[in-house]
């Protein structure tokens, strides 16, 4: 199966636990490296509590928006579980049952198969379910929604999917330099490079607390050679007093 | 000073770093935790990149539909620091310098100084600067937009000004049951409660990779008799082999 190509996509993350800083949120990180090494842009993140009417509002707009979305958290089998209700919502159509779902969870828990379970068999009318050949579990997608789960552990697992499935149009191209100056000292090096090399994404970022280095500048672009130019400038500039390491 | 009563509260976390996974983003936690023990809600977070449009767009709508705003991140000397800018296109005012930043930077870096120093000074017009007993740099505060910084150590500390000016409504109040059996089974359990007691939230937590337990349920509520109540009622209909721990 050939990936589908994806421009930008955006992240949707679920949880009243998030807000309430009872939970460090884990998962995004994890979707922007895999996004990121697939050559697709994270533009995006909204993190929600646990509320249809909400979720329904975030998902539209962010599926409007965004070639893609990826939604983690509330789709377990419990009452603040509201995932699969407000997306539904979002797209005007109604939560059902899947019969393959179904199947999956009573094969799963056979006897001890209940009604809370079976929450987890539910999916937005027309819904397709993704498979993965290493994920026993089907991803449910409705359009461009991915929708993913918030434990950490399988979200994590269910990242092999996305990786099958889901390409960029060009891969990034990521080069780094750190230096014993301060962002203010770079200031006028940085924008000599900004400005010679505007399609590269130059970024600056101060460690304020660690000895082994001050700045660390990052050059990023879709083209390899682009990047190259731009820290070989970079670097060109910098004082012997800079330090500079290269990575 | 008396602190000012806050009801809903929102984030906006700035930086391309944050969004394409080279950092995993450190702050929300912090201030989730820290608005949550002054009894003042987090309802939202939202993540974007450098970018003065967007930040601006995005500060005009979370600061019209929640009572403060708190923005992290993007507020250094380099180009790639846009916050001041895009917060000031949000409101239609202009990003002008603050003498009495200035004359801060000029007392921190001396002969030093650079123009890179100076974009430091820079508040939108109107702006307010925020004082801590403890903390040495002011704050600067647009409106109801709080503008703090990205580096998680200073983040950390500017924490201290948000809790000396601000207090929520009334406090939280939470608790918590671990128990050994999986969701679904207690899916029955919980709805009884969450209808017996519609004025607490009841969240249910799954961990699958631990031992220790298979289910977190917590109650949250303003009041703590109703926390008492519903977290006692779930505990009377808990079988033994639930291995009940409360916190």
Redesign the interface.
């Known amino acids: 199966m050939t990936p589908r190509v994806i421009g930008s996509a955006a992240a949707l993350l679920i949880g009243?636990?998030?807000?309430?800083?009872?939970?460090?949120?884990a998962n995004?990180?994890?979707?922007?490296?895999?996004?990121?090494a697939l050559g697709i842009?994270?533009?995006?993140?909204?993190?929600?509590?646990d509320d249809i009417d909400v979720i329904a509002q975030e998902t539209r707009s962010l599926a409007q928006s965004h070639d893609i979305v990826f939604t983690s958290g509330g789709v377990?089998?419990?009452?603040?579980?509201v995932t699969i209700e407000g997306i539904s919502k979002g797209f005007g159509v109604k939560a059902v049952v899947d019969e393959k779902l179904k199947r999956l969870l009573s094969d799963a828990?056979g006897d001890?198969l209940?009604?809370?379970?079976l929450?987890?068999a539910l999916k937005p009318e027309g819904a397709l379910l993704m498979e993965g050949s290493d994920v026993k579990w089907p991803t449910i997608v409705y359009e461009n929604v991915w929708i993913l789960p918030g434990?950490p552990?399988?979200f994590r697992m269910k990242l092999a999917v996305v990786r099958e499935h889901l390409r960029g149009q060009e891969p990034?191209f990521?080069r780094a330099v750190f230096t014993n100056l301060d962002?203010?000292?770079?200031?006028?090096l940085?924008?000599a490079i900004?400005s010679e090399h505007p399609r590269v994404?130059?970024?600056?970022?101060?460690k304020?607390?660690d000895e082994s280095y001050k700045t660390k500048v990052?050059f990023?672009s879709r083209k390899e050679d682009r990047v190259e130019a731009a820290l070989n400038a970079f670097v060109a500039l910098l004082p012997p007093e800079a330090g500079a390491r290269v990575e």
């Open positions: 009243n636990e998030l807000l309430s800083g009872k939970v460090h949120e995004l990180v994890e979707l922007a490296r895999t996004l990121r842009q994270l533009s995006r993140a909204v993190m929600v509590f377990g089998p419990t009452h603040d579980d828990y001890k209940t009604d809370g379970h929450r987890m434990v552990e399988i990034f990521s962002e203010a000292t770079l200031k006028p940085l924008d900004v994404d130059v970024g600056s970022y101060p304020w607390f990052t990023d």
